[in-house]
């Protein structure tokens, strides 16, 4: 029998699994996810962005949106709804993940994408993450006819510090793609599980003389932390989840958005803010550039071209580099600054909106 685990991400989701039959010792596959590219192009990928288009009746050709799996609701999800929605923003949804956990809207109603024009049917955050798991169930069905999600044994990753309700709706989306057995797991407690699997035969060393751990889980539009208190026991470490932190709204969401305010900075356009359909795609780029001057085998520098509208003597394209080391300036000491231990978080009086 198989296990499979879905992470439902802000940004991102994918799916992984293991063969239950060969023991705890079981390799995790991960499973590549097919999806519309561009129209008419399908392609498997690793990764699924939680993104979601919804398209007028005629905006695109009929054949262009083909699946391998049937499908009715001429939804678009995956990397062309993240392609499609920086040119047409007004009709992409979006980090639905982020909005089942704001506890200022009506997480049921149909409120996606937010402040869009009348013309456009809206989802509510439940049916915009019930539409993603839907597309990861036909995936997998698609890929193995004979062990379809809906009977398979389901682990569906979800922020620890989720509240109830966000928990209890993200059931409601996961039985509204078809999903009945399947469990609740909190990602920083799947990343120790992960810790723990890698050192299955030498946990006791691994944690000896640690008394506290904590695990930082930095998401698409989360950031989890998980504080465990690891204490000794006959049958070796006994661990105990005592803490979590409350950071529901901030992710590799703001990091890309820091980069793209970093840019707009830069490009001189004499006190005007880019409009929607400039920035939309510079977020995009920003998002690009992040992964890659952070990554493995980074550059030294990225390119960005970007297309300004405005007056005819801003009007045009600009090119501009953004270095390795101003990216690692903007993320990782704007987001992970270096303090003393005895440093406690400035707290500022908040004035007028926010």
């Not at 008419?40 to 288009?53: F, H, Q």
């Not at 510090?161 to 407690?189: H, I, M, N």
């Not at 050192?199 to 932390?225: I, M, S």
């Amino acid at each position: 029998m198989s296990i499979v685990g879905i992470d439902l991400g802000t940004t991102h989701c994918a799916i992984a699994w293991v063969d239950a039959s060969e023991g705890p010792g079981a390799k995790v596959v991960d499973f590549p996810i097919p999806q519309l590219v561009r129209p008419g192009e399908v392609m498997a990928r690793a990764l699924l962005p939680s993104c979601i288009y919804l398209a007028s009746e005629h905006e695109l050709p009929e054949q262009s949106l083909c699946l391998p799996w049937p499908d009715s609701t001429r939804t678009i999800v995956g990397e062309l709804a993240r392609w499609r929605g920086a040119q047409v923003p007004g009709r992409l949804v979006s980090s639905a993940k982020s909005w089942l956990c704001h506890s200022g809207v009506d997480r049921s109603e149909a409120i996606l994408p937010w402040a869009a024009s009348d013309d456009v049917v809206k989802l509510s955050p439940v049916d915009a993450s019930a539409r993603l798991l839907s597309h990861l169930t036909s995936a997998w069905g698609h890929a193995h006819p004979n062990a379809p999600l809906s009977e398979s044994e389901v682990v569906i990753t979800v922020p620890a510090s989720f509240d109830e309700v966000a928990r209890s709706l993200t059931v409601s989306a996961a039985r509204k793609a078809g999903l009945e057995k399947f469990t609740l797991l909190e990602e920083p407690q799947a990343a120790f599980y992960d810790f723990s699997a890698h050192h299955r035969d030498d946990l006791a060393e691994a944690l000896r003389g640690v008394r506290l751990v904590l695990v930082v889980d930095v998401g698409g539009g989360t950031t989890d932390l998980t504080l465990i208190q690891v204490a000794s026991s006959p049958q070796g470490p006994a661990l105990r989840r005592i803490a979590v932190g409350d950071h529901l709204m901030l992710g590799g969401d703001n990091m890309d958005a820091a980069l793209a305010h970093r840019i707009e900075q830069r490009l001189s356009l004499g006190g005007r803010r880019l409009g929607i359909r400039e920035w939309n795609p510079l977020l995009q780029s920003s998002r690009v550039a992040k992964e890659s001057l952070l990554g493995a085998d980074a550059p030294e520098q990225y390119h960005f071209s970007i297309a300004t509208e405005g007056s005819q003597l801003l009007k045009g394209s600009r090119s501009i580099e953004l270095t390795r080391t101003e990216a690692e300036q903007v993320v990782l000491d704007g987001f992970f600054p270096l303090v003393g231990p005895g440093e406690v978080p400035q707290r500022r009086d908040r004035m007028a909106l926010q």
